[in-house]
């Protein structure tokens, strides 16, 4: 149970960080970026000219002539050779490794038609791996669970330190520390600003989750939901745990103008996240996607993704799990003890190894 001083930090933290216009401006950016993201591709048929290489037999030749001449229909250009051809033609089928483009089928299929005579069978499609019917829907959904995740941890990771040294450069804390323990400010301070970070996390979830469905760019089913979900609860694990981390930065320094330098090992360590979270999507199921996942500096940007592409097991999410709660619940009390001893400190920046000496005193 949540004692009251931890209750009256978070309701102050809430009321403040929201009432902010520099927060309700930013809200109304991400979900105006969000709908736009959602709606203009499909209205403008965005993306430049694709290129395709088809490879095919003496019988499929003209079919893949004809797909050379009217390639410019279709933004594309299609050369015809045998080095690592994107498709196949065989025998009246259209062949690959993986489902091919939309794009090039719609053109092949299109350059069949146009042969004499006027009325000949579709290409049949044929990959060696299963076609999922929802891959690109879904690759859209991890793409935005990076980005989102991405944002949300750095800009309420930043919002805790810069919050705690904005009350130690102007001395309001020692007011507040003189009626609630140190642990108890800052335990309010996390969990009053991520309660705030996972309300605005899932009204964006929404409001992009309704907008794909009204536009038919996403079929709105218990898989999309459940990964939205799981997105947030990964939300949760990686600000639980980056937010003690945070907040020990910011007890550091004594001024806002070097925090960025206290702050600058945790932000490196979500960006190099973000960039190893679209490696692991590329290859969600290589090595390095199932090392991610054990490691608390990436799984909580990571995992989203491959669970939202479906190439997770089950034992996998939930030891993935296990690994973040149990390196939150080492780290918070270390991060409590470093924020107790120097959040009082004035004067120059405390280093870290001094820091860690009186956490353990």
């Given at each position: 149970?949540?004692?009251?001083n931890?209750?009256?930090?978070?309701?102050?933290?809430?009321?403040?960080?929201?009432g902010?216009?520099?927060?309700?401006i930013?809200?109304?950016?991400?979900?105006?970026i969000?709908v736009?993201?959602?709606?203009?591709?499909?209205?403008?048929?965005?993306?430049?000219?694709?290129?395709?290489?088809?490879?095919?037999?003496?019988?499929?030749?003209?079919?893949?002539?004809?797909?050379?001449?009217?390639?410019?229909?279709?933004?594309?250009?299609?050369?015809?050779?045998?080095?690592e051809?994107?498709?196949?033609?065989?025998?009246?089928?259209?062949r690959?490794?993986?489902?091919?483009?939309?794009?090039?089928?719609?053109?092949?299929?299109?350059?069949?038609?146009?042969?004499?005579?006027?009325?000949?069978?579709?290409?049949?499609?044929?990959?060696?791996?299963?076609?999922?019917p929802?891959?690109?829907?879904?690759?859209?959904?991890?793409?935005?669970?990076?980005?989102?995740?991405?944002?949300?941890?750095?800009?309420?990771?930043?919002?805790?330190?810069?919050?705690?040294?904005?009350?130690k450069?102007?001395?309001?804390?020692?007011?507040?520390?003189?009626?609630?323990?140190?642990?108890?400010?800052?335990?309010?301070?996390?969990?009053?600003?991520?309660?705030?970070?996972?309300?605005?996390?899932?009204?964006?979830?929404?409001?992009?989750?309704?907008?794909?469905?009204?536009?038919?760019?996403?079929?709105i089913?218990?898989a999309?939901?459940?990964?939205?979900a799981?997105?947030?609860?990964?939300?949760?694990?990686?600000?639980?745990?980056?937010a003690s981390?945070?907040?020990?930065?910011?007890?550091?320094?004594?001024?806002?103008?070097?925090l960025?330098?206290?702050?600058?090992?945790?932000?490196?360590?979500i960006?190099?996240?973000?960039?190893?979270?679209?490696?692991?999507?590329?290859?969600?199921?290589?090595?390095?996607?199932?090392?991610?996942?054990?490691?608390?500096?990436?799984?909580?940007?990571?995992?989203?993704?491959?669970?939202a592409?479906?190439e997770?097991?089950?034992?996998?999410?939930?030891?993935?799990?296990?690994?973040?709660?149990?390196?939150?619940?080492?780290?918070?009390?270390?991060?409590?003890?470093?924020?107790?001893?120097?959040?009082?400190?004035?004067?120059?920046?405390?280093?870290?190894?001094?820091?860690?000496?009186?956490?353990?005193?």
């Amino acid at each position: 149970m949540i004692n009251r001083n931890v209750r009256l930090v978070a309701r102050r933290e809430i009321t403040e960080r929201a009432g902010e216009k520099s927060f309700l401006i930013s809200t109304g950016i991400t979900l105006a970026i969000i709908v736009l993201v959602v709606v203009i591709p499909p209205l403008l048929g965005l993306g430049g000219t694709s290129e395709y290489v088809i490879a095919t037999d003496a019988q499929s030749r003209p079919v893949a002539e004809r797909a050379v001449a009217l390639a410019g229909n279709f933004d594309a250009e299609v050369t015809i050779s045998d080095t690592e051809p994107d498709v196949r033609l065989v025998g009246g089928e259209i062949r690959s490794e993986e489902e091919p483009d939309d794009t090039l089928v719609g053109l092949l299929q299109t350059a069949n038609q146009a042969l004499e005579p006027s009325r000949r069978p579709d290409l049949r499609v044929v990959t060696a791996e299963p076609v999922d019917p929802d891959r690109d829907a879904k690759a859209g959904l991890a793409f935005f669970a990076i980005l989102m995740l991405y944002g949300q941890l750095i800009a309420y990771g930043f919002y805790v330190a810069s919050g705690v040294v904005e009350e130690k450069s102007s001395r309001v804390v020692e007011v507040l520390l003189a009626a609630i323990r140190p642990k108890d400010l800052l335990a309010g301070k996390v969990i009053g600003l991520g309660l705030l970070g996972l309300g605005q996390l899932l009204l964006i979830a929404v409001i992009g989750v309704a907008v794909a469905g009204v536009t038919g760019a996403l079929d709105i089913d218990g898989a999309l939901l459940t990964a939205v979900a799981l997105a947030l609860v990964w939300f949760v694990l990686g600000y639980a745990f980056y937010a003690s981390l945070y907040a020990a930065a910011g007890a550091l320094v004594p001024r806002q103008e070097e925090l960025q330098s206290s702050t600058t090992p945790l932000t490196m360590a979500i960006l190099v996240s973000f960039f190893a979270g679209f490696a692991v999507n590329d290859d969600p199921d290589g090595v390095v996607a199932h090392i991610c996942a054990f490691i608390p500096f990436t799984a909580p940007i990571t995992m989203p993704g491959r669970i939202a592409l479906g190439e997770v097991p089950a034992w996998e999410i939930a030891a993935s799990v296990g690994v973040m709660i149990a390196a939150t619940a080492l780290l918070i009390p270390l991060a409590a003890r470093i924020y107790s001893a120097v959040v009082l400190r004035t004067g120059s920046a405390v280093k870290l190894s001094e820091a860690l000496r009186l956490a353990r005193q």
